[in-house]
């Protein structure tokens, strides 16, 4: 009988550390969503804030452009016009290398959610 209480033993143990393991890797994976988590939400938090700020200071620095621009040409409504104008021509030539972006933002996150 000790072979079949041997056997027993054995399957036990086998039983208790897949079991460990089973536990150990659920937690591993919720540890690991819990990281990508909260890097993800303190980007988008930083990218909010900054480019809040950052979008203030332009329109600020784009109405002083189109003012004194308008000044110059004696015309404030030409002078928005050509503001305008520019950000449409920068609109543009960002759409153009839009591939590039994608490419880009894909690579780092990449990086960083499967590390």
């Known amino acids: 009988m000790s072979v ?25 994976f919720k540890l690991k969503i819990f990281q990508q988590l909260t890097l993800s939400l303190s980007l988008m938090t930083k990218v909010l804030v900054v480019g809040s700020l950052v979008f203030a200071g332009l329109v600020f620095l784009s ?42 933002i894909i690579k780092r996150v990449g990086l960083k959610f499967f590390n």
């Open 4 to 28: 079949f209480n041997d056997i027993n033993d054995t399957t036990n143990k086998a039983s208790h550390i897949g079991e460990r393991y089973v536990k150990a890797s659920h937690q591993y």
């Open 63 to 104: 109405i002083a452009l189109a003012l004194e621009i308008g000044k110059s040409v004696n015309s404030f409504a030409l002078g928005f016009l050509i503001v305008g104008v520019i950000y449409v021509v920068l609109s543009l030539a960002l759409y153009m290398m839009r591939t590039k972006f994608n490419s880009a």
